[in-house]
């Protein structure tokens, strides 16, 4: 499966983004798919995943209540919805798949290219 993200951008604080992951190929139901960041000088963390059918999400306690991951198996997206956003949530986000829901990053087969997140004070 490849994976492509975007809906990066500039944003105030407490602004809004809605990050997507579009995937093509014919296994995209086979996995589960997350999304990570990486802010400048740090490792890649994770933020959110969804699962491949039941909708089971997990995330980062960082990001709880805050962004909400959603999945249109018809369509071949995830979604990344981030509301209230907050300057140390300043990263480049990337989507992945894996196959089961995990937060480990070893276990994310493949990888879409990162969009960039900025968010102003």
């Known amino acids: 499966v490849q994976l492509q993200a975007s809906g990066g951008g500039l944003v105030q604080a407490g602004g809004s983004l809605r990050l997507s992951c579009a995937a093509s190929g014919d296994t995209f139901t086979a996995y589960a798919v997350g999304w990570f960041r990486q802010a400048p000088g740090k490792e890649r963390e994770f933020v959110a995943a969804?699962?491949?059918?039941?909708?089971?999400?997990d995330y980062a306690d960082s990001v709880k209540g805050r962004f909400t991951i959603s999945r249109d198996n018809a369509k071949k997206m995830v979604y990344l919805q981030m509301n209230s956003l907050k300057p140390e949530d300043t990263a480049v986000y990337y989507c992945?798949?894996?196959?089961?829901?995990?937060?480990?990053?070893?276990?994310?087969?493949?990888w879409g290219q990162g969009t960039q997140v900025t968010v102003s004070s």
């Open positions: 992945a798949a894996a196959p089961w829901l995990t937060r480990l990053l070893d276990k994310y087969d493949y």
């Open positions: 969804i699962t491949r059918f039941t909708g089971t999400t």
